[in-house]
């Protein structure tokens, strides 16, 4: 089964902050983590995939590009998109199909907006989703505490069907790559 790692937003901006916004919650575990699974997929011959937010410092200068303590491997796609949902024009999709991937590991930022929107748009598009459960991370909002937010999402995430295919929530300890969806079915 071809498969792909998804990195979303994992921004130097939005991830360290900056005079108008604070850090991402748990910066150094999120980065950590993500440089752990792109170890795991680079191991798993699992390409790489990075999705950029132009809305993130404007769309450029260093803030714009993939956090610098992330270890991006050379062969990686980057496809920089202009909305929430990381699949809406952006060339993801095509790629996808180009490739025939069938089963999408995701993790980044944040995990209201994009995270969700990537995991119910990949679902949609037959692709089955392994959300990693301690790889995404959010600013928070006046609601809800950062904790809840991906406490609520990985809760609501795990099962999270359209007809044949569906999204699970491992954690980075986990094979990732090996994935259980089958198990569920």
Do not use: W
């Not at 910066?27 to 983590?33: A, E, G, Y």
């Not at 994009?114 to 748009?121: E, G, H, L, M, Y």
């Not at 949609?124 to 505490?145: A, E, F, P, R, Y």
């Amino acid at each position: 089964m071809k498969q792909l790692l998804l990195i979303i937003d994992a921004q130097q901006e939005l991830i360290d902050g900056n005079h108008e916004r604070s850090s991402i919650f748990q910066k150094s575990k999120l980065i950590s983590n993500i440089n752990l699974v792109i170890e795991k997929a680079q191991k798993a011959a699992v390409p790489a995939v990075f999705i950029r937010d132009l809305d993130v410092s404007e769309g450029e200068g260093s803030g714009f590009e993939i956090h610098k303590d992330i270890h991006v491997p050379a062969k990686s796609e980057i496809f920089d998109k202009s909305a929430t949902n990381a699949f809406y024009g952006t060339g993801l999709m095509e790629y996808v199909k180009l490739q025939q991937i069938k089963h999408v590991v995701i993790m980044g930022c944040e995990t209201q907006h994009c995270i969700d929107s990537a995991v119910r748009t990949a679902t949609l598009h037959g692709l089955d989703v392994t959300l990693v459960g301690d790889g995404h991370s959010t600013l928070g909002n006046d609601i809800l505490s950062q904790e809840q937010i991906i406490k609520h999402h990985n809760d609501t995430l795990h099962g999270h069907y359209n007809v044949d295919h569906f999204s699970i929530v491992r954690n980075t300890e986990e094979d990732l790559f090996c994935p259980a969806h089958d198990s569920y079915r």
